[in-house]
């Protein structure tokens, strides 16, 4: 293995994912996928994906940059989130920010014309890095490095409604994780 990777660096940014359950083997009540570009093909910006009792199970789309949305709907597919890969979906224009730290608690937030959506992640475990080469059987012709951020704890609400359930322990790949994880320095390549 040679220090410079071979592949064609496509993203370089973030990818959080948020999941709740009334209990370990229920449906989820909650899937939220937040996406924030520092580089991709159609440059910066965020797109949070939601569906949850919050929303009356509704898949909502929030976005400050539409093309990078629809682009990223193609890598949801990728990752067997295929609800938020439809096309078809419409986008909410939205504002993006962040609060808190992994010491203590974190939070993304979309606020848009139809409210605020707040994603919480608390009792953060040890990161660890997951790196998939491209030409695999998880994501197919793409690579993808990220940090991976575990939480024990989590929450949603939008406008004020508190998404139900909690979330979970989950192995990734066969490591010890979380349901929610906080996914810093995620590169996607081919």
Avoid at 104 to 133: F, T
Wanted: with cysteine; hydrophobic share 40%; glycine share 8%.
């Amino acid at each position: 293995m040679t220090p410079i990777d071979p592949n064609r660096v496509v993203f370089t940014g973030e990818n959080s994912f948020l999941r709740l359950k009334v209990d370990a083997k229920s449906e989820e009540t909650t899937n939220c996928s937040h996406w924030r570009a520092l580089l991709s093909p159609h440059g910066p910006g965020h797109v949070l994906f939601l569906r949850s009792d919050a929303t009356d199970g509704r898949i909502k789309v929030y976005s400050d940059n539409v093309e990078f949305a629809r682009w990223v709907q193609v890598l949801e597919g990728v990752v067997n989130r295929k609800p938020f890969s439809d096309q078809s979906l419409p986008i909410v224009t939205a504002r993006f920010s962040r609060a808190g730290d992994t010491r203590s608690g974190y939070s993304e937030i979309a606020e848009s014309a139809e409210g605020r959506v707040v994603l919480n992640w608390h009792e953060i475990g040890q990161p660890y890095i997951m790196r998939v080469e491209p030409n695999n059987p998880m994501t197919g012709a793409w690579g993808v490095y990220s940090c991976l951020i575990p939480a024990a704890s989590a929450s949603l609400s939008v406008n004020g409604r508190a998404a139900t359930g909690a979330t979970f322990p989950e192995a990734m790949a066969g490591h010890p994780s979380s349901m929610s994880c906080i996914a810093w320095s995620e590169t996607w390549l081919q």
